[in-house]
């Protein structure tokens, strides 16, 4: 009888700690990334019992094993563009020092490095390198962008053959990222030489000369070999220059600028100019393949490194909880790494987060199933102690 107490006190105790676990997977029912885990429970070691013939008897049950379930959550909509998920098995990975850890929570924030780092632990988020392996992501070299000198104004629609003259303008950056506005005459000169026109280029600020030259068309109304482009010098106000062609379309064709009859009126546009002026990061955001999109104050973009992910065949057996979400690997090498939209990896998907897998009606299901085996191993235990006091009484009696 006193075995059978003991029994019913493993019970207790063990089912005491799956209704703790229930609870502990309740309790992160809203936390970003969380997988429940689960007991796994085993019966205890048999005794042999010598004198009884053979005969095996338990010694009650206890936790083997705490088996964590990486099912896929649900992903939520985030207005931080630096809240990252994964739609797929995979993990993002994450490196402390020497030691590398494993996550499905992309919750991210960059430091003042530049490093995109884990919000939690502040741990270094890994990226692809060149060679294949990883290396900590950066961003520190692409927070800002220098200017870029316009070197090409490309036109388009038409300079009207029964127009005298017409003039367009734009804003241009130098050599030194200075914006410049610029303003383009375009003169008649049809009557010296049939579809001619000639070209002056002024900077409006200081109404000084940039450039002049002429262009010419054909019958057909579209640019002529030789005369479809001018090119020319665009000066700093510290004297240096960076060349700047005017490209009115490749010759014979009609598909960007020409000169047909249109009235008075010509309708001669600058369709684009290629510089910009320097810019500052302005956002930082994941394509579905992990590659970084920067996107800059200067309405320029640019992409950035890819986020390294890992799989690992069996993460429930691989993988062992070490933080909130956070887990590392018994074995680094048994990771299989690679990147979002290759494969099994599944993609990555900006603005998003992953949600716990808790299933609330499952969990109040377990905990009812584990509060009927407590009472249970309780009713044991009392049972086997009125047996107790009854046989202590038979004996008192004699």
């Known amino acids: 009888m006193i075995d059978t107490m003991f029994v019913g006190l493993s019970g207790l105790r063990t089912f005491q700690k799956g209704l703790s676990n229930i609870g502990n997977n309740v309790a992160n029912l809203n936390t970003p990334g969380f997988k429940r885990t689960s007991l796994q429970f085993t019966d205890m070691m048999y005794q042999y019992d010598a004198k009884g013939g053979g005969d095996f008897s338990g010694d009650g ?8 379930d990486f099912t896929q ?16 098995g995979s993990f993002f990975v994450a490196k402390s020092g020497s030691q ?12 003042p490095d530049g490093f995109l780092v884990n919000r939690q632990d502040k741990s270094r988020i890994q990226m692809m390198s060149s060679a294949g392996g990883m290396q900590d992501f950066s961003v520190g070299a692409l927070r800002s962008q220098m200017a870029k000198p316009t070197t090409a104004i490309q036109f388009s629609d038409n300079l009207s053959t029964g127009a005298t003259s017409s003039s367009a303008d734009t804003a241009v950056y130098d050599k030194d990222g200075v914006q410049r506005q610029l303003k383009i005459t375009f003169t008649s000169n049809s009557t010296a030489t049939p579809g001619s026109w000639k070209i002056e280029v002024q900077d409006k600020a200081t109404q000084a000369t940039v450039g002049s030259g002429e262009i010419r068309f054909g019958p057909d109304g579209s640019p002529s070999v030789g005369y479809n482009e001018l090119n020319m010098q665009l000066k700093t106000a510290t004297g240096s220059a960076s060349p700047l062609k005017l490209a009115f379309g490749a010759p014979g064709s009609i598909s960007a600028t020409t000169s047909l009859s249109g009235g008075t009126t ?7 100019q290629d510089g910009y002026a320097a810019g500052g990061m302005t956002k930082l955001s994941f394509d579905s393949d992990g590659r970084a999109q920067i996107s800059y104050s200067n309405g320029q973009t640019a992409i950035g490194g ?10 429930e057996q691989q993988l062992q909880r070490v933080g909130a979400g956070i887990y590392r690997a018994l074995d680094d090498k048994s ?4 990147a979002g939209g290759v494969g099994a990896f599944g993609k990555v998907v900006g603005s998003k987060v992953e949600l716990s897998n808790v299933d609330l009606s499952a969990e109040f299901s377990d905990m009812m199933i584990t509060q009927r085996g407590y009472q249970a191993a309780s009713q044991l235990i009392s049972a086997a102690n009125e047996m107790m006091q009854q046989a202590l009484q038979m004996k008192s009696s004699r």
């Not at 049950?61 to 964590?68: A, D, N, P």
């Not at 890819?306 to 993460?315: D, G, I, N, T, W």
């Not at 990771?335 to 690679?338: K, N, R």
């Open 266 to 272: 010509s309708t001669i546009r600058v369709a684009s």
């Open 61 to 68: 049950v206890k936790v083997g094993s705490t088996v964590t």
């Open 73 to 88: 959550g649900e992903l939520q909509a985030s207005t931080n563009p630096l809240d990252v998920a994964i739609d797929g």
């Open 306 to 315: 890819q986020l390294a992910l890992a799989r690992f065949a069996r993460p």
């Open 100 to 111: 590398l850890s494993y996550s499905r929570v992309g919750q991210f924030e960059l430091d």
């Open 335 to 338: 990771a299989e790494l690679g």
